[in-house]
């Protein structure tokens, strides 16, 4: 049977999710024979509105814009070590922007096939709709969106 999908895109955003989506793509690359690749993506947006909310000053925003670059670059030589730990090819990728329309991006000049990220958050009001960047990729992406949600399982899978 020939698989529907050749390149995997597993969105990383720190949490412990999105790791649990990047095992899942690796098995599921490996399985397959799937290119995949890993992104993470710097939240400028975020840090932009911090500082016009006044919450930030600029210095701030400078200063924790390299603590989420240090950050992204740790993620993915986690990413890495965790392919390279099942023998699977990876690219990895930093990207700072607006994360739904940076992975729009990304797979729209990639070719992905299939977007693996963690679970959408509950979704408690109207603001956190319109906030949740993993409801919006997987409501604007165009590809095929995979939602990883078995944590543990997941794990387990991965270490046997």
Known sequence: MKVPFRKILAYLD?????????????LLAKSTGAELHAVYV?????LSE????????DQEKREYLEDLKKDSARH??????LASSKD?????????GSPHIVIQDY?????????AIGPVNAIRSRRDELTSENDRMLR??????LVVRDDSGIWEQFEG
């Open 42 to 46: 710097v939240n400028t947006k975020a």
């Open 76 to 81: 993915l030589r986690h990413a890495e070590r």
């Open 88 to 96: 699977q090819d990876i690219i990895v990728k930093a990207i700072e």
């Open 107 to 115: 797979v729209k000049a990639n070719g992905i096939d299939l977007l």
């Open 50 to 57: 911090l500082v016009r909310a006044h919450i930030f000053i």
């Open 140 to 145: 604007t992406v165009p590809c095929q969106v």
């Open 14 to 26: 720190g949490s412990e999710e999105s790791i649990s989506a990047l095992m899942y793509s690796i």
